[in-house]
């Protein structure tokens, strides 16, 4: 079924609330303070890791660490110095969730990759109906079977049917939205398709594989994102655009303008949307979704089912259609462990830790902007080659620290959990939690940028003694 079907009304969305506060690059939501201030000074070693130091900020959070493995104490995370922009509580007071010591501990990985069960793809691309330039290209590119969350999902996508993919990072779910749309349009041409994302990078890397998709096809996308010069997107938008991808902020500013129309799209895809409504894009979801008149297609994908994304589904789609798969359990898949840190060794722990030769590819998380920023040149500084990623940055200078990480120009990139959401490079040797996550899924998140695929990985959280 094309989106010119004829399909039944979607219950009545309720009304936008107006729309407060300005955006920030990239998403709004911070976290408390608990980073490096340039901590110095040395500290014995306890465990199989040198002692870090607690930071001089004084930010927010403190955790109990009993001195046994089992058993421990939860330790609660204090009230944080970083004020929240869109979505955020502002500066203080705001108490955060309470983890248990133990839950960041796991140093006997299961291996799943001999017991786990291998999926049985019902269809292959070429079984899938595409139209051939597609089937041509998808071939081209070396692709024979669908992965799980595209084998069961394009079918319905193909007939027209709204849709809820639960997938996490990693399962495909890109391409499991791309090529049935891309299809769609190779059969009307005139058809428009909206792609909402969280931050820059996402809507970046979507684009990228649009246009790997579409090579030679004459199919057309404009980028419109926020941290970046409205000018050349708004010149973008003038032409013909069968893709609009960008993030909600950036295009309800662009709708609020006139340069994009709401009533042309046909399909609207919402990439990553339990991130999207973490960093305070509810209200512009909520607008942009009840100004696309019906019929229209809603294609639906998130890696979590909470409240507020059951309410968004129940709002603005039509009888949709639930594939929920689940990748291996990383937290069961990957090693963990924490590294106790005494009063003002910190940073020497950190640097003696990178300096390790099995260090070759980092991923180190903070809390605050101004600290992963601040970090990353204290690491330089002590000849760590370090780059840094977030929302303070423009967006050549984010895309730059991204490709320096992936060339290996440098060792170690530094990040915000906001900017870190369009990270996907191999090989990332270590995750480590400088500053702790305000959730325990904001760490299940941060852990899962290393042993990606059947790569080993090992993931580090610094709690104080």
Known sequence: MDSSTSRPS???????????GGHTAGGARRFSSNSSRGESASGSAR?????????????????????????RRPFSSGSGRGSSGRGGSGRGGRKMQTFDVSKYINLNPVDTSAT????????????????????TTITNMGLTIPSPIQDQI???????????????????????????TIN?????????????????????????ELKRLTEKMKIFSTVCVGG????????????????????????????DRGHIKPAGFSTII????????????????????????????????????????????????????????????????????????EPHTKFDTLTALLKKADFTRVIIF??????????????????????????????????????NFKTGRVQVLVATDVAARGIHVDNVSHVINYDLPNAYEDYVHRIGRTGRADKKGMALTFVTK
Do not use: C, W
């Open 270 to 341: 919402l990439d990553e949307a339990d991130r999207m409504l973490d960093m305070g894009f509810i209200h512009d979801m909520r607008a942009i979704l009840k100004d696309v008149p019906d019929p229209h297609e809603t294609l639906f994908f998130s890696a979590t089912m909470s409240d507020t994304v059951k309410g968004l589904i129940h709002e603005f789609m039509n009888d949709p259609v639930t594939v929920s798969v689940r990748k291996k359990d990383i937290t069961g898949s990957i090693t963990q462990d924490v590294v106790y840190y």
């Open 154 to 180: 394009i079918p319905y996508i193909m007939d027209g049917r709204d849709v809820v993919g639960l997938a996490q990072t990693g399962t495909g779910k890109t391409a499991a939205f791309l090529i049935p």
């Open 366 to 403: 903070g809390a605050m902007k101004h600290s992963v920023e601040k970090l990353s040149q204290e690491l330089s500084r002590a000849g760590i080659k370090a780059d840094a990623i977030h929302g303070n940055k423009s967006h050549p200078q984010r895309q730059r620290a991204l490709q």
């Open 116 to 135: 786990e069960e291998v999926y049985k793809a019902t269809h292959t691309f070429k079984t899938f109906g595409l139209e051939q330039p597609l089937v």
């Open 184 to 208: 769609k349009t190779l059969k009307q041409y005139n058809r428009q398709t909206l792609i909402l994302a969280p931050t820059r990078e996402l809507a970046i890397q979507v684009e990228q």
């Open 47 to 71: 465990r199989s890791y040198s002692a870090p130091s607690s930071d001089r900020s004084g930010g927010g959070r403190s955790f109990s660490s009993p001195a046994k493995r089992t058993g």
């Open 228 to 255: 970046m010069n409205i000018r050349p997107q708004i010149m973008g938008l003038k032409r013909q655009n069968h893709f609009i991808i960008g993030t909600p902020g950036r295009v309800q500013d662009l709708i």
């Open 10 to 20: 979607r219950k009545p969305a309720f009304s936008s609330r107006p729309r407060t």
